[in-house]
C-alpha cells in the first residue's frame, strides 16, 4: 500500500503540474479581464499539488500496513472482466447491442464459473432482447444495431 | 384553502385522473429505476400527449412522474450501486454496505419512507409558503450559490474517513474532469487535446455508473475467480418505527435543506442530497460510521432530494420562472394550454393549482405503499447467484451510459471508470468524494466565475454577501473538523505511546 501511494501521489504531482501548465496557456479574453477558462482548473490544481506532496510526506513517514494486493493473481483476475468488457464495446459497433450482449452475458457467466447451462443460455438470450425491446419500442431510445448481417438479426429481433 | 384543497381531492379521484396518477407514477418510478434514463426523460417523451388531454390530467401526469422519478433512482443505488440520477449517487454511499451487510430490505424501507416524508412535507410547504417561498429565492445570486457549493465540497474530507488527505485527492481529481470540454462562459476548449469528442466534456451519468457500479462487478468477479467470494444472506425485515424515531433530527434537518434548495433556480435535488449528507455526518457523534452502512446515511440524501420536488414548483408557480429542466417541461404543459403561470395562476385557475397540489401529496402516499409492497419481490432479485447477475448489471450499466447521449464513447467511458473506481476501492481513495467533485465543481466553477465578475476579480467582496459568507465559513468549519479530530487521536495516541514507554522504562 504505501509503494502504491507514493506511486499514486508521485504521478499526480506530475500530471498536475504538466496540467497546470497547460492551464496557464489558455487565453482570456479581453472582456473576462483576469477570470478566464484557466482560472478554475489552476485552482484545483494548486490544491492537488499540495494534498500531492502531503500524502507523500505522511505515506513516507508512515511505516507499511501490509495491507497489499493480491499480487498478479488479482490482477489477472481483473483482467478477464475488463479484457470481456473492452470486447463487448468494439463488438457492439458492429455486432450492435443485441448479439454482442448475448454474447457477453455468455461468456462472462462461463468464464466467472458458472456452470447452470439452461439458466446461462435462457438469461443470455432473453435479457438482452427484453433489455433492447423495452428500450427500443418503449421508450423510443435508438440502440446499436450494427452493420450488415448483424443490423438485419437485429431488426427481425426488435420487430415484435 | 382546505375548501380548495377538497375541490381538488375531488378532481383527482375520478377515476380517470386516478389512473393517469397511478400510471404516471409507475412509468417514473420505472424511468427513474434504471440508470441513463430519468423523469425528464419520460416527461419530454410524454408533453405531446398532453396536448390532448385536459390541462389538470397533463399536468398531474408530469408532476406524478416527477416526484416518483426522483425515489425511482435510489432502489438500484441500494441495491447494486447504480444510482438512477445524480440525486441518489449520495444514497449509495450507505445504501450499498447496508446491502452488503443484508439489511437491504432495511435500507430501501428508509429510502421509500424518508422519500415519502420529505415529498409530503415539501408540497405541504409548497401549499403554505408559495409566494413568500418565491421572493426569498430570488435573493440567491451567483455568490450565495458559489457559497452553497463550497460547503457541499467541503465533506470530501469527512468521507474518506481511513485518509483525510486521499479523501481530498479524490474529490479534487473528481472536479478536474468536471472542468473537461468547452467552458460554458468563454467557449474554448479547455483539455481536450484535440480530440472532438472531448468537446462536450465526460457525461456525469456514465462516469458515475463506472465507478460505483462496474467497478463493484470487477471487484466481485476479482472475488468470485479467486474463490473469496461471499454470499451475504438477505434479510426481509422492514425498518422499524422506534428506528424512524431515533433518526427524526436527521429526517426534518434534511427536509429543511431539501425545501430550502429546492426552492432556489437550478440547484437541484444532487446538490440538496449532498449538503444534508454532508450535515447528517457533521452533526453525528459518530461521523466515522458514515459510509458504513447506517441508516442516516440513507435517510439525508433521500428525504432532501424528494423535499425538493414540491419547492421546485414554487418560483413556477407563483412565479412563472422555472427553475429546472424539470419543471421548464411543465411550463411548456402549461403553455400549451393557454395557461400562463405567475402570481395570477393562484387567482385565474385555483382549482388546477391546488388539483396538483392533492396530485403531489396522493402521490407520495402511493410511493410509499407501492414501495413498501415492492420491497420484498426487489430483494428478491439479490438472491439471484451473483455469477448470473454480474453480466446482466453490466449490460444495464452499458445501455444505461449509452441511453444519455446515443453515444457509444460513454459506455467506453463507462468502463474505463469502472477500471479507475476498482483500482480506487484497492487503494482506499473514497469513490464517494470523487463523485461530489465531479457533480458539484462545474456548478461552483460556474458560479464562482460569474461571482468574479460580479466583483470585478476582488475576491475580498465576497465579504459583503453575509449568505455566501455564512456557507463558506460553515464549509471551512467541515473542512478543518475532520483535521483536528484526526490530530487529537493523534496526540492522544502519542501521549499513550509515550506513557507505555516510561513505564517500560520503570519496570
Redesign the interface.
Given at each position: 500500500m504505501k509503494k502504491a501511494d507514493l506511486t499514486i501521489s508521485g504521478i499526480l504531482f506530475l500530471a498536475s503540474i504538466y496540467l497546470y501548465y497547460v492551464a496557464d496557456c489558455i487565453p482570456t479574453p479581453d472582456q473576462f479581464r483576469d477570470v478566464g477558462a484557466g482560472i478554475w482548473p489552476k485552482i484545483i490544481l494548486t490544491c492537488m499539488i499540495l494534498a500531492c506532496i502531503i500524502l507523500f510526506i505522511t505515506t513516507f513517514r508512515t511505516k507499511d500496513d501490509e495491507k497489499t494486493l493480491s499480487g498478479k493473481e488479482g490482477m489477472t483476475h481483473l483482467l478477464m472482466p475488463v479484457s470481456l468488457c473492452a470486447f463487448y464495446v468494439l463488438a457492439m459497433k458492429w455486432v450492435g447491442f443485441l448479439v454482442s450482449s448475448m454474447i457477453f452475458s455468455f461468456v462472462y457467466m462461463y468464464f466467472v464459473g458458472c456452470r447452470k447451462k439452461a439458466a446461462i443460455v435462457i438469461i443470455s438470450l432473453a435479457v438482452p432482447f427484453l433489455v433492447g425491446l423495452i428500450f427500443l419500442k418503449l421508450m423510443y431510445i435508438p440502440i446499436p444495431k450494427g452493420v450488415g448481417i448483424f443490423k438485419t438479426i437485429s431488426e427481425f429481433f426488435l420487430t415484435f | 384553502m382546505i375548501e380548495h384543497l377538497f375541490i381538488g381531492f375531488q378532481t383527482i379521484i375520478e377515476p380517470v385522473n386516478l389512473l393517469i396518477l397511478f400510471v404516471s407514477l409507475i412509468m417514473g418510478l420505472v424511468?427513474g429505476t434504471l440508470p441513463g434514463?430519468s423523469g425528464v426523460?419520460l416527461c419530454s417523451?410524454v408533453l405531446p400527449f398532453t396536448y390532448y388531454m385536459s390541462p389538470v390530467q397533463g399536468l398531474v401526469m408530469l408532476v406524478a412522474i416527477y416526484t416518483s422519478s426522483v425515489y425511482g433512482g435510489s432502489i438500484t443505488a441500494i441495491l447494486f450501486r447504480i444510482p438512477g440520477a445524480p440525486e441518489n449517487a449520495a444514497t449509495t454511499f450507505d445504501g450499498y454496505p447496508m446491502t452488503q451487510k443484508g439489511k437491504a430490505a432495511e435500507a430501501l424501507g428508509v429510502a421509500i419512507l424518508c422519500s415519502a416524508i420529505g415529498g409530503f412535507l415539501s408540497v405541504l410547504i409548497l401549499i403554505v409558503a408559495a409566494p413568500q417561498i418565491a421572493k426569498f429565492a430570488l435573493v440567491f445570486g451567483p455568490p450565495e450559490f458559489f457559497g452553497l457549493c463550497f460547503f457541499g465540497l467541503s465533506i470530501m474530507t469527512s468521507l474518506g474517513t481511513k485518509?483525510i488527505?486521499?479523501g481530498?485527492?479524490a474529490g479534487?481529481?473528481g472536479?478536474?474532469i468536471g472542468?473537461i470540454g468547452v467552458?460554458e462562459?468563454?467557449g474554448?476548449p479547455?483539455?481536450t487535446f484535440g480530440l472532438k469528442s472531448l468537446y462536450s466534456g465526460f457525461a456525469f451519468i456514465p462516469i458515475i455508473i463506472g465507478v460505483f457500479a462496474?467497478s463493484q462487478?470487477?471487484s466481485s468477479?476479482?472475488k468470485?475467480?479467486?474463490d473469496s467470494f461471499k454470499t451475504t444472506k438477505i434479510a426481509a425485515k422492514f425498518i422499524s418505527f422506534k428506528e424512524i424515531i431515533r433518526i427524526r433530527w436527521t429526517i426534518i434537518r434534511s427536509a429543511i435543506i431539501g425545501f430550502i434548495i429546492g426552492a432556489l433556480p437550478m440547484a437541484g435535488a444532487s446538490l440538496s442530497a449532498f449538503i444534508s449528507y454532508n450535515e447528517a455526518v457533521r452533526w453525528s457523534k459518530k461521523p466515522e460510521l458514515f459510509g458504513t452502512g447506517i441508516i442516516e446515511g440513507i435517510a439525508a440524501p433521500e428525504t432532501a432530494n424528494n423535499a425538493t420536488t414540491g419547492t421546485a414548483m414554487v418560483t413556477l408557480l407563483a412565479l412563472g420562472i422555472p427553475g429546472s429542466v424539470m419543471t421548464a417541461i411543465m411550463l411548456g404543459a402549461f403553455q400549451v394550454h393557454g395557461i400562463d403561470p405567475g402570481p395570477l395562476l393562484f387567482i385565474q385557475h385555483t382549482d388546477l393549482v391546488y388539483t396538483l397540489f392533492v396530485a403531489m401529496l396522493l402521490g407520495n402516499i402511493f410511493i410509499f405503499v407501492i414501495g413498501k409492497t415492492q420491497v420484498k419481490i426487489i430483494v428478491k432479485l439479490l438472491n439471484i447467484?451473483y455469477?448470473?447477475l454480474?453480466?446482466?448489471i453490466?449490460?444495464?450499466c452499458?445501455?444505461g451510459s449509452?441511453?444519455i447521449r446515443?453515444n457509444?464513447i460513454d459506455?467506453?467511458s463507462m468502463?474505463f471508470f469502472?477500471?479507475v473506481g476498482?483500482f480506487m476501492r484497492?487503494?482506499?481513495y473514497p469513490i464517494p468524494a470523487f463523485v461530489l467533485g465531479l457533480i458539484l465543481?462545474p456548478i461552483a466553477?460556474k458560479n464562482?466565475?460569474l461571482s468574479?465578475?460580479l466583483f470585478?476579480?476582488d475576491l475580498l467582496l465576497f465579504g459583503t454577501k453575509p449568505i455566501a459568507m455564512v456557507f463558506i465559513v460553515l464549509g471551512v468549519i467541515t473542512l478543518l473538523m475532520p483535521i483536528i479530530r484526526f490530530y487529537k487521536q493523534y496526540r492522544h495516541v502519542r501521549k499513550e505511546q509515550a506513557a507505555g514507554k516510561k513505564e517500560i522504562g520503570g519496570n
Open positions: - | 424511468f434514463l426523460m417523451l485518509s488527505v486521499k481530498i485527492i479534487l481529481v472536479m478536474f472542468t467552458t462562459m468563454t474554448y479547455r483539455y462496474a462487478v470487477f468477479t476479482e468470485m475467480l479467486g447467484d455469477r448470473l454480474s453480466p446482466i453490466l449490460i444495464f452499458a445501455i449509452f441511453a446515443n457509444i459506455i467506453t468502463f469502472g477500471v476498482y484497492k487503494f482506499d465543481g466553477e464562482y466565475l468574479m465578475r470585478d476579480s
